[in-house]
């Protein structure tokens, strides 16, 4: 499958009391197998609601988006999610891991979802791998925002997702916590083979992606390349 991902004049509009709101004008994008693709944009421009659109997660108003070749279009709600199950990750900045489970709980989560056996030892070798495996019996209010940020990329790449969507993963954590995380995520993410849009506002994010888009007012455009495409 050479790309997991494509949009096709995408647009989204939504209402609000002003009036309608024209999110995504118009977006064609596609993402090769296995590539990093970072897209910035200032505050407002759409990258939140084109991953929403991308993910599955919001019904765009016009155009196509085919993920795993796939129009996502002909598909319910249930079927969506199928489709997603174990093949999509997501990292969000504000984590949204579930308060009342374990960091190991957490991680194990979407592999007792996908029917996998051995969840909780999987589980606990994620944590390991992002440098946790002393804390698997924490809950998140017990670590801090770094360690809630690695439990949750686990949680993202433990089913070994073909696409990773990460929207300001280290937009919520200090410089240091930053940098360890953005480190682990393309390691993670290159060792495992899987393609990742990553939506960011650092340049130290951005520059490690084979390619960088950029929105602007609902538009994408092309800052540089890598990969053709
Ligand atoms: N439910 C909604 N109804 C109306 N307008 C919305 C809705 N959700 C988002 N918007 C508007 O859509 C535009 C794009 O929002 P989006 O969150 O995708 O931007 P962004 O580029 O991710 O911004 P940021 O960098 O600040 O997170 C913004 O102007 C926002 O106010």
Known sequence: MPHPLVLDSVTLDLSSQAGVVHILRGVDFSVHSGETVAVIGPSGSGKSSLIAVAAGLEKPSSGRVTLFDRDLGTLSEDGRARLCRGRVGLVFQNFHLLPNMTARENVAAPMELAGRANAMAEA???????????????????????????????????????LLFADEPTGNLDAENGVRVADLMFDLVRETGAAMVLVTHDDRLSLRADRTLRMLDGRMSAVSSGVAG
Request: no cysteine; net charge positive.
């Open 124 to 162: 606990e070798e994620w944590l390991e791998r992002v440098g946790l495996g002393a804390r698997k019996t924490h809950y998140p209010h017990q670590l801090s925002g770094g360690e809630q940020q690695r439990v949750a990329l686990a949680r993202a790449l433990v089913v070994r997702p073909d």
